[in-house]
């Protein structure tokens, strides 16, 4: 269960947050101090799984063949094989990894993918996760629709999903302490390189959380 401070200033957020004819994400900014971020080692680069889900549609390709294309069938937006990956012209290939969230491709496939689509995914950080053949590809899928990346880049300040406006504070604040338990424990210095956080939905303003 998240801290009291953190579902209050969730709370806080969505009270502020204007009225509009859609529904807005919620969203998390971050910001770092003391590290080097032009070492790349120092950099947040994770994909963490929240635990009440991000309250929006997740768009997934699986690109896999055989029984596995099959049973992906149910679960993901796209199946391609690796034919279909080949066909893709440049234009065809960029609009697919701009409208897609995450990519996953049978284990066997990816040096053809990396090929053919290398120079696209790669920048875009949306190379597929490599399914191994003793991984359950809906299972792999359902828990990737739960799931946000964490991306500082060279970035002080950088942003993640942590919600939507119609979604319970207390379902968000959760989400939030999972993001920040995870950043205490990977950044060097822990709680100590982290300078500010503030929650947000996308027209409403900024609430410190941390």
Known sequence: MAD?????AVARALEDSPDRNFTETVDLAINLRDLDLNEPSNRVDESIVLPAGTGQETRIVVIAEGETAVRAEEAA?????VDDVADLDDDDA???ADE???FIAEEAMMQ?????LGTILGPRGKMPDPLSPDDDVV?????LKNTVQLRSGDRRTFHTLVGA???DAEDIGDNIDVILRRLHADLEKGPQNIDAVYVKTTM???VEVA
Do not use: C, Q, W, Y
Not at 4 to 8: G, K
Not at 77 to 81: G, R
């Open 4 to 8: 009291s401070d953190i579902e209050t």
């Open 77 to 81: 937006d796209e199946v391609l094989s």
């Open 94 to 96: 960029k609009d697919m």
């Open 100 to 102: 897609t969230d995450f």
């Open 112 to 116: 053809d993918i990396a090929r053919h």
């Open 139 to 143: 299972e792999t899928v359902n828990r």
């Open 165 to 167: 406006e119609d979604m």
């Open 204 to 206: 409403g303003p900024s």
